[in-house]
């Protein structure tokens, strides 16, 4: 009879341990236990019992973890592959269960000793797999944070342990590497649930204008995206995510808006081949972090060397360059120069509904006075000029839409168009106050002098402040174009040639142009206020001279304040900036002598004057 009763005792047991609570071993607050109403048992046996009872709890928390998260149609991928891979590392538990329900079934006289000796050695796997599901419904990490928190608990020296989250961590790669494909070899980003370490940037501008062989502008089909490095595993290098990034990137700005006799051409006839080599690798039971980065930097390699050749040889990025500079850096000062002229007086005040018809008919009419027919048929195709809707001058809110010629949108980027427009902008502004100075002292010269030969109704002040302003913007306007923009672009072109990598031609354009900005100081908002209110004063002075020479004194006065205080801004910046040359060759030019600075007494300009 006992033998009976502890044989049916056993079956109970085994199905407890199988996550089925019962009479004899009810469930209670999660957890199970003995009966106590059982006197049959001996202590020490209730003891061993209810050890046994903490792995069948164990496993019937992860048992109901996996039932209702494994099938939910809004269960992201990580967390399906995270407990379909918790399953998979249960399995060595449930088949010894199966194992010892033979023996038990085989031999009757089975010792409760032989459960505790064979199931024991399970229960650090299922406590750590209990405390690392708990941890992430706590935390809650997203996505790619999931597959992170597994890789770093799978490091762990417990018996078991490592190789039970080894299986969890098989299941969270597949869906990595499944959206790693997608990105890597098609330039598609697969991420339903917004999981990826790479995302559609949905704050982005508009797409960039791309002008087609017959001259069809069009918006280009691709998507704008980003690198969250926060979202990247602990096991992926910052680097090596840059690299993946550039990629799928390079491949989805070609692939969307691609030509047809150009379709798949990024990759050609390798892509199978790397389609192989990626399955190869998530087929492994590890991640293999140094043959995965081996495998991307043969991936960016031929990805590279193709566009290269594509924008450099084919599509001619340096004439492409050329045109961009002519019109946003003023490349064409004669172009410049008679547009401003054209258009000075219909966009010196604020927008109405004809602001900008007239700026592109001003546009038009400078390019039919100055280029030849070629050069303004290709302008026309690809420059419109934009105003915006403020209530300021137009000047101030003039912009550039350009159409960047296929594929050197690749390089050309919506971003850097912007850059341009800053820089641009800036330029316009100091060619501007030049024009004015010049046209100034025309008018001085042709008003008829008088006996002691002193032009008409301006006073020595005005003279005085019109020749200061003159040399001040001729030598800023002489190192920006000389010293920036020339020096930059020579060490620009040098690299394009010293390079086969279309990596690092994108890197070069963007390196440009963050040095041009930083050392025409548009990464300086103090400084660049001051010059922009300085150009801007200088003009009303132009405008005021002619017809109120009180106000155009009073002007003159905070004219010489302010670029006093340049100056002192320029020299106080010098000293404290490392490897600031652009500085020291900007100062060479101003203050050379210091004749200014020592004569004007710059510091007792008081701070308030700043403003």
């Known amino acids: 009879l006992i033998h009976f009763i502890k044989s049916r005792m056993y079956h109970e047991l085994l199905i407890a341990l199988r996550g089925h609570p019962g009479l004899i071993f009810p469930e209670k607050d999660g957890v199970l236990r003995v009966n106590k109403s059982i006197s049959e048992l001996h202590p020490c046996e209730v003891v061993i019992i209810n050890q046994l009872l903490e792995v069948a709890s164990d496993y019937m928390q992860l048992y109901q973890y996996i039932n209702e998260n494994r099938y939910r149609f809004d269960s992201a991928m990580y967390l399906s592959a995270l407990y379909e891979g918790v399953d998979n590392a249960l399995e060595p538990y449930r088949q010894t269960l199966v194992t010892l329900e033979?023996?038990?079934?085989?031999?009757?006289?089975?010792?409760?000793?032989?459960?505790?000796?064979?199931l024991i050695p399970h229960r650090p796997v299922l406590r750590a797999l209990v405390h690392l599901l708990k941890e992430?419904?706590?935390?809650?990490?997203?996505?790619?944070m999931i597959l992170d928190k597994v890789y770093k608990a799978s490091s762990s020296g417990v018996e078991g342990v490592g190789t039970a989250l080894k299986k969890v961590l098989s299941e969270l790669n597949k869906v990595l590497y499944k959206q790693l494909l997608a990105w890597l070899l098609q330039g598609s980003l697969y991420d339903p649930f917004q999981e990826f370490f790479i995302v559609k940037d949905s704050k982005a501008d508009d797409s960039i204008l791309i002008m087609g062989e017959e001259g069809e502008r069009t918006r280009s089909k691709s998507g704008s995206y980003q690198l969250k490095l926060e979202l990247?595993?602990?096991?992926?290098?910052?680097?090596?995510?840059?690299?993946?990034?550039?990629?799928?990137?390079?491949?989805?700005?070609?692939?969307?808006?691609?030509?047809?006799?150009?379709?798949?051409?990024?990759?050609?006839?390798?892509?199978?081949?790397?389609?192989?080599?990626?399955?190869?690798?998530?087929?492994?039971e590890m991640f293999e972090v140094q043959e995965f980065a081996s495998f991307v930097d043969r991936i960016r390699e031929a990805v590279s060397s193709h566009l290269h050749n594509l924008v450099m040889v084919e599509a001619d990025l340096k004439s492409e360059?050329?045109?961009?500079?002519?019109?946003?850096?003023?490349?064409?000062?004669?172009?410049?120069?008679?547009f401003i002229s054209l258009a000075e007086d219909r966009l010196g005040k604020p927008p109405s509904i004809t602001s900008q018809n007239d700026a592109n008919q001003a546009w038009r009419s400078?390019?039919?006075?100055?280029?030849?027919?070629?050069?303004?048929?290709?302008?026309?195709?690809?420059?419109?000029?934009?105003i915006g809707e403020e209530k300021k001058e137009c000047w101030e809110q003039l912009t550039i839409q350009y159409a960047v010629s296929w594929p050197l949108h690749l390089v050309i980027t919506p971003g850097a168009i912007s850059k341009y427009n800053k820089i641009f902008s800036l330029l316009l502004l100091m060619r501007r106050s030049s024009n004015a100075l010049n046209s100034m002292w025309t008018q001085m010269m042709t008003k008829g002098r008088q006996e002691d030969d002193r032009c008409v109704g301006w006073t020595p002040q005005v003279w005085q402040t019109r020749l200061h302003m003159a040399f001040l913007i001729a030598?800023?306007?002489?190192?920006?174009?000389?010293?920036?923009?020339?020096?930059?672009?020579?060490?620009f072109l040098k690299k394009l040639e010293e390079t086969r990598s279309f990596e690092t031609i994108k890197e070069a354009h963007e390196q440009f142009l963050i040095d041009v900005s930083t050392q025409i100081f548009l990464q300086n908002p103090k400084i660049l206020k001051l010059l922009k209110d300085l150009l801007n004063a200088t003009l009303i002075l132009v405008r005021c001279a002619s017809y109120n020479i009180q106000e155009a004194s009073q002007l003159c006065v905070e004219l010489n304040q302010k670029a006093m205080l340049l100056l002192q801004l320029l020299t106080s910046m010098r000293q404290k900036v490392e490897g600031g040359n652009h500085l020291a060759q900007l100062l060479l030019r101003l203050d050379f002598n210091r004749f200014f600075s020592a004569n004007k007494k710059i510091a007792e300009v008081k701070p308030k004057e700043t403003t």
């Not at 027919?373 to 026309?380: P, Q, R």
Request: hydrophobic share 35%; glycine share 4%.
């Open 102 to 118: 033979y023996e038990i079934l085989e031999h009757a006289g089975a010792q409760l000793s032989l459960l505790q000796h064979r």
């Open 136 to 144: 992430i419904e706590e935390e809650q990490p997203v996505g790619c």
């Open 232 to 284: 990247v595993p602990s096991h992926i290098s910052p680097n090596l995510a840059e690299k993946i990034f550039f990629i799928g990137e390079s491949i989805q700005l070609f692939e969307s808006d691609r030509r047809v006799e150009s379709q798949g051409a990024v990759l050609r006839e390798k892509e199978a081949e790397f389609y192989q080599e990626l399955s190869r690798l998530r087929d492994k």
């Open 321 to 338: 360059l050329t045109t961009v500079w002519n019109i946003f850096l003023l490349g064409r000062g004669e172009l410049s120069h008679t």
């Open 366 to 386: 400078s390019m039919q006075l100055v280029l030849s027919h070629s050069e303004e048929d290709t302008l026309l195709q690809k420059v419109r000029l934009v």
């Open 475 to 491: 030598n800023i306007q002489s190192y920006v174009l000389s010293d920036v923009l020339e020096s930059q672009k020579s060490n």
